[in-house]
């Protein structure tokens, strides 16, 4: 079963920005959709978006506009620039593989990196 490690999270000031970074095991070019998530303390959950195989985006609503989404096929690396950033960002962020239904479900997690978004 492939492996995905997330890294790039820390501390950094509101308005700063992070990318973060996603590693897979092997190969991930047979992965059609890769997804990033995230869960504040307390809260579910959230959806960012991913990014199939063919490069087709999908961002939430609620994240369109400071998040970018790319991914290196000959690299086997999922990334999530994030701008702007605010402390409500404040979040373990995750990315996971293969992905379905629109980002609802997914095989296999990351165990995230912590970002932390100071006022």
């Known amino acids: 079963q492939v492996q995905l490690v997330e890294s790039g999270g820390g501390l950094v000031q509101a308005g700063g920005s992070l990318r973060l970074s996603c590693a897979a095991s092997?190969?991930?070019?047979?992965?059609?959709?890769m997804g990033w998530y995230r869960q504040a303390p307390g809260k579910g959950r959230e959806v960012i978006g991913g990014i199939s195989i063919g490069g087709i985006i999908y961002y939430e609503d609620s994240m369109r506009g400071r998040f970018t989404i790319s991914r290196d096929n000959r690299k086997n690396t999922l990334y999530l620039q994030m701008n702007s950033l605010k402390p409500e960002d404040t979040a373990m962020y995750y990315c996971?593989?293969?992905?379905?239904?629109?980002?609802?479900?997914?095989?296999?997690w990351g165990q995230g990196t912590q970002v932390t978004v100071s006022s």
């Open positions: 996971a593989a293969p992905c379905y239904r629109d980002y609802r479900y997914c095989d296999t």
């Open positions: 092997e190969s991930i070019f047979s992965f059609n959709n």
